[in-house]
């Protein structure tokens, strides 16, 4: 059986890696008019994109992959004579992407009999990026498509990051917070802690001042996967190389033997976070190996 592994952009999975492995990406639109939709990775390059973000008044808008576009993709893998795909999507928690694809898939196999399996990663960014670069080693390997859709299941159900926005201002112009909660926010130097849970990045905790942040963030991810010594984690990062830096130092002074790989935010989830977001994935059981992360 021939299998096709297919993923979006809001895995920030860079194209270079998609085309190393054989993996069919698909990428979400942004728009900062409303009227001229880029494609991401695509029609403009990252220091671009995050030069257009920290200077727009209103954050560029998202688009979904809909269900026509879906239905062409899945022919178009049928023709170049796939017997079997894998797509693996953005949280459906947070976009009715994932339940677009469904509605093609059901057209799709029903007119050629390609057997078309859809997971919802319930999760953002590398945390399903990893899986997938993972999963094409495994279909290269002759993995059936059984065995890989269960794979991708639980690994995405596994990996977890923990995360800050470390500036609030983004949020409020998208909307997200109001004028109060981001004055009171600046007041006190609250930063708010961010995980993922139920498929939606929710505050998990708080706290005052920036130099706290990142011993929080140790400790949360530890409290879950424990001692980090021997692991990998990836760091996330939007445009805030200097924070990032100062979470790498922190994680090698606590974990002298932890493996640091680097991911950085593409404009799909920066576009929601902001370009102060950071922190880092995990496996919160330990149990799956993330250190073949590719970034580029």
Known sequence: MKIKLITDTGSDLKPAVA????????PFKYSYDGETYLRSFVDESMDVFYKHLWEAEVPPKTTQITPSEFTDIFREEVENGYDAMILTTLSASASGTCQNAHLAAAEVMEETGCDIRIVDSQSY????????????KMVAAGAGVDEVEDYLKRATADFNA?????????????????????????????????TVGGGLVVQ???????????????EMATDRCGDLN??????????????????????????????????????????????????????TSGEFDISDYEEE
């Open 125 to 136: 960014t590398c945390l399903y990026a990893q899986p997938v670069i993972h999963a094409a």
């Open 162 to 194: 923990v995360f800050v926005v470390n500036d609030l201002t983004h949020l409020k112009k998208g909307g997200r917070i109001n004028a109060a909660t981001l004055l009171f926010a600046n007041m006190l130097d609250i930063k708010p802690i961010l």
């Open 230 to 283: 021997g692991k990998t984690v990836i760091t996330v990062c939007a445009d805030v190389d200097d924070k990032i830096e100062e979470l790498r130092a922190e994680l090698k002074n606590r974990f002298p033997d932890v493996n640091i790989l680097d991911c950085r935010l593409g404009p799909i989830i920066a576009t929601h976070g902001g370009p102060t977001l950071y922190g880092f994935a995990y496996s």
């Open 19 to 26: 085309e190393r492995y054989g993996i069919r990406l698909l």
């Open 204 to 218: 998990s905790d708080k706290v005052r001042g920036e130099k706290r942040v990142n011993k929080k963030m140790i």
